[in-house]
């Protein structure tokens, strides 16, 4: 079993519909990231946060430590939106430990 | 573009080849890592350089050899790979060493060991 579980592992939606990702983790951490990675294979920062809640447009992030559970949400999604979504939690300050992922298909 | 550049993106290496992966950062972070990504696994982390000095090693098979001349430029020398080693190879970098600091990653090179 992982340290860090993402669920679902598959989303497939249609443009528009809400959208949430979840993250639960086994470990003691002091802040967890949500991450964005392309088709191309390339990876993007969405989020850092280690209490309450982070919006970035139409993404907004939540975690709670001490249910050791994170949520990534999507409004109004839209097919540039697809793509796999990692979470990873900051151990012990300097390591990450990466779940494996969430594969998001948004449909027109 | 992120700021940090991987060469090449795509490399078909027999289990004799020498070849080595390149990652270039322009944004002047002092830390760089190597990830390995496998279909279905998540991101492990094989090695890390903060200001150019190898500040983890995550036991890593000897067949892969880093190396980091100065703090702009990250090198991963590959010899005798095996076909398990075919995998999405992600070099990233951050302003300082730490779980704390966002890191920002290359494209990747895709590498398949025949």
């Known amino acids: 079993k992982n340290e860090v579980e993402q669920s679902p592992q598959n989303l497939t939606a249609q443009e528009g519909e809400f959208i949430t990702i979840n993250c639960s983790y086994s470990v003691g951490i002091s802040a967890l990231h949500w991450l964005q990675q392309h088709p191309g294979g390339g990876i993007v920062s969405l989020f850092m946060?280690?209490?309450g809640k982070k919006k970035h447009g139409r993404l907004i992030a939540t975690i709670n430590i001490q249910e050791k559970h994170s949520s990534l949400h999507i409004t109004a999604s839209h097919p540039r939106d697809s793509a796999v979504y990692i979470c990873?939690?900051?151990?012990?300050?300097?390591?990450?430990?990466f779940g494996t992922g969430t594969r998001l298909q948004v449909f027109p | 573009e992120t700021g940090v550049t991987q060469t090449p993106r795509h490399l078909v290496m027999g289990m004799t080849n020498k070849k080595s992966l390149k990652c270039e950062q322009h944004l002047g972070h002092n830390a760089m890592y190597w990830y390995k990504q496998s279909a279905k696994k998540p991101l492990e982390l094989m090695f890390v350089?903060?200001?150019?000095?190898?500040?983890e090693n995550n036991s890593v098979p000897s067949r892969f050899s880093p190396e980091c001349p100065n703090s702009s430029h990250l090198f991963l020398h590959l010899h005798t790979l095996q076909p398990e080693d075919s995998a999405l190879y992600l070099c990233?970098?951050?302003?300082?060493?730490?779980?704390?600091?966002?890191?920002?990653f290359g494209p990747g090179t895709r590498l398949t060991v025949t």
């Open positions: 990873a939690v900051v151990y012990n300050t300097d390591k990450l430990i």
């Open positions: 990233a970098s951050s302003r300082v060493r730490g779980g704390w600091h966002e890191q920002y």
């Open positions: 350089y903060s200001l150019e000095e190898r500040v």
């Open positions: 946060l280690s209490s």
